[in-house]
């Protein structure tokens, strides 16, 4: 079994990836800036700009799922490091309860 000390470092560990997880997903939607910018009335005209602007709406569409994917993983880390800290705390008051004996 694993003991109290590892589960809360797996619970640390798992905090620190869902932090860089949720710092990073914006930058995720940041991709895309610099082709929205190419996508103007002067500068696309015709059959080109639809086909840009129909791809362009496609691909921002897949980029916010990903930023939604990432932050719902993010979500789940945290929940499974709740679970990691609550199983320690078990596992130590087990740990007491089998120390003092029977009552």
């Known amino acids: ?3 109290p000390a590892e589960l809360e ?7 620190e990836i ?3 997880l949720r710092k990073e997903a914006p930058k995720v939607a940041d ?3 610099g082709a929205k910018e190419l ?7 015709g059959p080109v700009a639809a086909e ?5 709406g496609g691909w921002e569409s897949s980029v916010r799922g990903a930023e939604n994917a990432i932050r719902d993983a ?5 929940r499974d490091a709740n679970a990691f ?3 320690a705390g078990d596992q130590r008051r087990k740990e007491k309860e089998k120390a003092a004996g029977p009552r």
């Not at 996508?39 to 005209?45: A, P, R």
């Not at 993010?74 to 945290?78: G, K, M, R, V």
């Open 1 to 3: 079994m694993t003991s």
């Open 9 to 15: 470092k797996k619970a640390l560990r798992l905090r």
């Open 18 to 20: 869902a932090g860089d």
């Open 31 to 33: 991709l895309l800036r």
């Open 39 to 45: 996508q103007t009335k002067e500068t696309w005209e």
């Open 52 to 56: 840009f602007g129909a791809s362009l």
């Open 74 to 78: 993010a979500l789940q880390f945290e």
């Open 85 to 87: 800290d609550e199983q």
